[in-house]
């Protein structure tokens, strides 16, 4: 008996859900500070019924323009037990039927579309920024992906009214429609430049789509653009972190994070795709890749969230290859052996792209002994309390110790980031109470949070200026600011 | 004429203008007049009337009166014989209707279709600089008509446009750089160059006449070295320019332009018109006020080409521009928005009037520049520094001290430059510590006054802080 495609399609994903459930139950919560600022986001919504506008915690209290319908929806499905964990793993895992879906439109091949939805469902980067997370990127990702997919087959009607829909909801998830915008325009110059004919219909529907996102984007933003004007698309990131973002990842873990296979196979089908066969759907994602880099270029995009997208891209495009070899393996000596292909290609994503998947998932972040302290915290301080905590505990500070923080990586909206970041930096490695006091009083701190964590952070053993008279160590960790 | 299409097409356009140029000042909570130009002109209006007419002595604390003529004086002559409440906000939306018409009666006369024609007028409405010149009095409101007026009559062959070629440098050169670079493409299109030396003539002969004796007198006026970054901002009002064109009225104008482009070199000169302008825009930001009439006719082609063109989707073609013409009124809308908001806010018209009770003579208050004119004409006192760059006393040296002042901790410093311009009052606003200035609570001039025995606060309100310096 031959088993269906759909037989391995639903294996991969039970493997893919199976491996995600597996890491996200092993800690106890989430593993990027990004996540409880989602968590109190869809907490706030669970408890208010409506969205929030206004942050009383981060930066002391600041507005959120932020758009919120992924938070609404996961509060909707605050039902289902432990659904933080459950639901965003089944996002995550539901890539594999997108991959699958577009490879296929791409092959017409099932051997090939199955080994691709296979190494989509383990990009080690991808897996870095999903497992035991609330994130956004995953339900972006996939809707991004199905909205290629519709225009790919925009003739038909189901992908039409699909495109309609989706055009409309994806920036109610988040800014990065414009990396879709970019693409189509990228879409357009490729097409041009080689001579490749789009049709009426798809120009219509790509403009339609182009203002749509354009218009909501100036809805939901329209402050922040009154603002700050077109600075505002650098989301208000202080420089030293800039830097830093682009600064972090070196070209080898840049390739290891993304997957060795996806680089070669995706640069082949490239190749084959855009220079050799002209093929329609392989030029759309050149152009999404084109898109990514142009962004990152620009640093509009993270680089941590760009090389995500350019490892999914690449491996969509992999399908190609992996088609193409197929068909050429037939033709050479080695016809023979065929039928093995599948099986060195499983094994090449097993070692390539499962194992260091395997590795990143063992390695992200546990943040146990954090919140803990937080919620003590939260226990024995007053309400009305200030926490001195790094950038990256700011949403862990306000989500678990409901007190407020300096900072957080919620920029946007925020006055004096790159001061405040300064100042932060400054109350952890001075060496002079002064300069110290400078920062804690200018924003009236009551509480010094510093753990191993923070000190290997900034390359302390402690806080230099702490004495006896002005600070308190009230529990391990947690000093009071008493001057 | 009465019920028909036409009549109803033109009291819809009548009722819609004086709808959007009524609104601004309907929903603006202060109740004070919109932005800083209607009390320039108040106060210079005054000054013409005691035939001062050679010196200012609130702006820059002294400086020549080197302002163009022309919008003082009409202002002057205007607040003679109608309340100064109806000058700032009834005169402009009638000038706006007036402007309008004749906006209409050009594009007519340049052989647009009726429709292309009805379309760029509602979009003309629509557009923020037309909102931003006809819904309070300002520097743009009257020279706007004028042009308009020019060119009709121009496209006319009314004699009387060279007399107001003639005007036009009175209300400022850069108007006439302006019009004379219009008058040549239009000259060029009608083979007529002839006809554009002659106002070319009429021109520099006016701009002589205007600018010779303050040349001759002041000589050329020092160029500000500090505002040009800002400049660049005001293009987009989606963006938060001032009076800037919306992002969605150009996406329009392009879709008109590619139909345009159908027909190639035919409209050659609706292309030189545009590159013109946006080179001069380079120079002059302010003239995307004008560029928006321009605009407004090319977004209009180009919203008929999307209703009448065959697209393969006829849903896709009616959401397209539905989004498009949400996203023309969603621009108006945030402006209309934004524009009421400027200053003076209510706080800061008390405050200033609290100044003036205060002290009857006309001491120096230092502040934000922005906040210049308002020091000069609420509170009648001298200003540090205002917005009139033009022959303004030492300006950059001046400013380099107002920014010292502004950002200096030292004591000793920024009691020299207070001594220097015998400073004798500072305003610090909520919006200057938030962004404006300073963005933190005891940057610079904040420190020293929280922590000076030399100042001391004699007025605040929510939004603004009234300090007195102690000799």
């Known amino acids: ?209 182009f203002f749509l996102i354009l218009i909501i984007n100036f809805l939901i933003y329209k402050n922040i653009f009154l603002q700050y004007g077109l600075s505002s698309i650098w989301q208000n990131i202080p420089d030293p972190l800039f830097s830093q973002y682009f600064n972090n990842i070196n070209i080898l873990e840049a390739i290891y994070l993304m997957g060795a296979l996806p680089i070669i196979l995706g640069s082949l089908g490239i190749f084959f795709g855009l220079f050799k066969e002209k093929d329609d759907s392989i030029i759309l994602l050149t152009a999404a890749i084109l898109a990514t880099l142009f962004l990152l270029s620009i640093k509009v995009l993270n680089l941590q969230i760009g090389i995500l997208f350019l490892s999914i891209f690449l491996v969509i495009i992999s399908s190609l290859s992996i088609l193409k070899i197929n068909e050429y393996l037939k033709i050479t000596k080695f016809s023979r ?137 009230i529990k391990n960790d947690v000093y009071k600011v008493l001057c | 004429m009465m019920f028909t299409k036409s009549y109803a097409r033109v009291i819809f356009l009548i009722a819609l203008t004086i709808v959007i140029l009524l609104l601004p000042n309907l929903i603006r909570i202060s109740g004070t007049y919109i932005g800083e130009d209607p009390y320039f002109y108040i106060r210079v209006a005054d000054t013409i009337k005691d035939d001062n007419i050679e010196y200012d002595e609130l702006s820059y604390s002294g400086r020549p009166f080197a302002y163009s003529p022309a919008q003082p004086l009409i202002f002057s002559y205007l607040k003679k014989v109608l309340p100064e409440q109806m000058i700032i906000n009834i005169i402009p939306i009638i000038l706006g209707l007036i402007s309008l018409y004749l906006f209409y009666l050009i594009l007519k006369e340049l052989k647009v279709e009726p429709n292309v024609n009805y379309l760029s007028l509602i979009i003309l409405i629509l557009s923020p600089p037309f909102i931003y010149i006809f819904s309070s009095y300002n520097t743009f409101t009257v020279i706007t008509l004028i042009i308009l007026l020019t060119f009709y009559l121009l496209i006319k062959k009314n004699m009387v446009s060279y007399l107001l070629f003639f005007i036009i440098p009175f209300f400022g050169y850069q108007y006439s750089l302006l019009t004379l670079i219009l008058a040549l493409v239009y000259s060029i299109k009608e083979k007529n160059t002839k006809g554009f030396y002659i106002i070319l003539l009429i021109s520099l002969l006016s701009l002589l006449i205007v600018y010779l004796p303050s040349l001759s007198k002041y000589g050329l006026s020092e160029s500000s070295k500090f505002d040009k970054a800002l400049k660049y901002k005001s293009l987009f009002s989606d963006l938060g320019g001032e009076a800037g064109i919306s992002i969605f009225m150009i996406f329009l104008s392009l879709f008109g332009l590619s139909y345009l482009w159908k027909s190639k070199y035919k409209h050659f000169f609706i292309y030189v018109t545009l590159i013109l302008f946006i080179i001069l825009i380079f120079y002059y930001p302010s003239f995307i006020i004008y560029l928006s009439f321009l605009l407004s006719f090319l977004a209009a082609v180009g919203m008929i080409y999307i209703i009448r063109s065959k697209w393969e989707s006829e849903t896709i073609r009616k959401l397209t521009m539905w989004i498009l013409i949400l996203g023309l009124i969603f621009s108006s809308y945030n402006f209309v928005r934004e524009i009421s908001l400027q200053e003076p806010s209510h706080e800061l018209y008390l405050a200033l009037n609290f100044l003036r009770g205060y002290d009857s003579s006309q001491n120096v208050v230092f502040s934000h520049y922005s906040y210049g004119i308002f020091i000069n004409t609420i509170a009648n006192k001298k200003n540090f520094m205002d917005t009139k760059f033009l022959y303004a006393p030492n300006l950059n040296k001046r400013y380099q001290d107002y920014m010292t002042l502004l950002y200096t901790r030292n004591a000793d410093l920024a009691e020299s430059i207070i001594n220097k311009y015998e400073i004798k009052y500072i305003i610090i606003t909520k919006k200057m510590k938030q962004g404006l200035v300073w963005n933190q609570e005891d940057e610079g001039l904040l420190f020293i006054l929280n922590t000076g025995k030399s100042y001391n606060k004699i007025y605040y309100n929510d939004e603004v802080e009234v300090w007195r310096i102690r000799k």
């Open chain 1, 337 to 473: 052996f065929k039928n093995y292909l599948p099986f060195i290609l499983i094994l090449l994503i097993i070692v390539l792209a499962f194992i260091p998947s395997y590795f990143v998932a063992k390695s992200i972040p546990n943040y146990k002994s954090q919140i803990e302290t937080f919620q003590w915290i939260k226990e024995n301080t007053p309400e009305n309390s200030t926490i001195l905590v790094p950038l990256e505990l700011g949403n862990i500070l306000t989500s678990v110790a409901e007190r407020k923080n300096i900072l957080d990586t919620n920029f946007l909206s925020s006055r004096n980031v790159e001061e405040r970041y300064e100042d932060v930096n400054t109350a952890y490695v001075t060496f002079s109470k002064i300069k110290a006091f400078e920062s804690l009083r200018k924003y009236e701190v009551n509480y010094i949070f510093i753990d191993d964590y923070v000190k290997n952070k900034y390359k302390i053993t402690k806080l230099l200026y702490i004495d006896d008279k002005c600070f308190e160590e």
């Open chain 1, 1 to 209: 008996m031959k088993l269906k495609p759909s037989f391995y399609l639903t294996l991969i994903i039970l493997f893919t859900l199976l491996f995600r459930l597996y890491f996200a139950f092993s800690i106890s919560g989430f593993s990027s500070d990004e996540s409880y600022f989602h968590l109190r986001l869809i907490n706030y919504i669970q408890e208010h019924k409506f969205i929030m506008f206004y942050d009383p915690l981060g930066y002391q209290g600041h507005e959120v323009y932020y758009p919120q319908l992924f938070h609404i929806l996961m509060a909707i499905f605050s039902f289902i037990p432990f659904f933080l964990k459950i639901i965003p793993a089944l996002i995550a895992s539901s890539l594999v039927i997108v991959v699958y879906l577009i490879a296929k439109k791409i092959t017409k091949d099932n051997t090939s579309s199955l080994l691709t939805a296979f190494l989509a469902a383990f990009i080690p980067i991808e897996i870095k920024n999903s497992v035991n997370q609330i994130s956004v990127y995953t339900l972006i990702i996939p809707i991004i992906l199905i909205l290629y997919l519709s225009l790919i087959s925009i003739e038909q009607k189901k992908y039409f009214n699909l495109f309609i829909i989706l055009s409309f909801i994806l920036p109610l998830f988040h800014p990065l429609s414009f990396l879709f915008i970019f693409s189509l325009i990228f879409y357009f110059i490729l097409s041009n430049t080689e001579s490749l004919f789009i049709s009426k219909y798809r120009k219509e529907i790509i403009a339609f789509s």
